[in-house]
């Protein structure tokens, strides 16, 4: 991970306000960021990176690293030959072999999308992208991860899966459809998941939801789905994410 330092050595720049050093942030889907901020009365803070695949489930993470605020590079795997853009073996970053995983730290990686999108979330509260942690909504949330990566996301593997026969994506689809539904029916008069606000669940659910086009799964079988989908994909910090992918 590069270092890029601010002026005057760290013990001098442990008395100044970030705005004193060249700080780049994830703008017009481009990422630019330093490794680490210098802030007062502490040398420097590591800035997060995620690890990722195109429109992969690591847009999800990549869509709340944007929404955040927080400054964070990016960088690109390989899942086939498990190296990184930069030529590094991925599996010793992220021993599972797969995206997402998040560097917080010079030896930390914090793996597992629902994971990394709360931590992000944790670490920008007035962003409002998750509840606190000790409400009940907090826990609404964290039902809607479970049943997105467990429910949805899980029946959309088979189609991304060469080994995958004609029966276990039958079956997948079958399961698919009456969540689908289900989903419809919350979303319908709802602006995002948990109401009014943008949350990381719905940086979730629109990465999920936006592979249908690639299964031939029609959405619009369910217009309060195509809504969503519309509504959150216009989102200035979606956007960017995805045209950092190279997606848009």
Same mark, same amino acid.
Not at 65 to 79: N, Q
Not at 102 to 125: C, H, K, N, R, S
């Given at each position: ?19 004193r050093h ?31 695949? &195109? ?68 670490? &920008?509260?007035?962003?409002?992208? &998750? ?73 979730y659910l629109f990465t ?31 956007? &960017? ?8």
């Amino acid at each position: 991970m590069s270092l890029i330092r601010g002026r005057g050595t760290p013990r001098a720049a442990a008395h100044c306000f970030p705005r004193r050093h060249t700080v780049f942030h994830h703008r017009c889907g481009r990422a630019l960021t330093t490794s680490f901020i210098m802030l007062r009365g502490s040398p420097w803070r590591y800035v997060l990176k995620l690890f990722y695949k &195109a429109g992969a489930c690591s847009l999800a993470s990549h869509i709340a690293l944007v929404e955040s605020g927080l400054p964070f590079e990016i960088e690109a795997v390989d899942l086939k030959t498990k190296l990184t853009a930069s030529g590094a073996d991925f599996t010793k970053i992220n021993a599972k072999g797969y995206v997402p995983a998040l560097q917080i730290d010079i030896g930390e990686v914090l793996t597992e999308g629902p994971a990394i999108m709360q931590y992000i979330a944790d670490q &920008a509260p007035a962003k409002h992208l &998750a509840p606190l942690n000790d409400a009940m909504a907090r826990y609404r949330l964290q039902s809607w991860l479970t049943f997105i990566g467990t429910e949805l996301h899980r029946n959309f593997s088979p189609f991304f899966n060469p080994a995958a026969g004609s029966d276990w994506k039958a079956a997948a689809m079958t399961s698919l459809e009456p969540r689908l539904e289900y989903t419809a029916r919350h979303i319908d008069d709802r602006q995002y998941l948990l109401g009014d606000e943008f949350s990381i669940g719905d940086a979730y659910l629109f990465t999920v939801l936006g592979w249908a086009k690639h299964i031939d799964l029609d959405l619009g079988k369910w217009p309060a789905l195509v809504a969503y989908q519309a509504r959150v994909g216009a989102r200035p910090g979606v956007q &960017a994410a995805m045209k950092a992918e190279g997606l848009i």
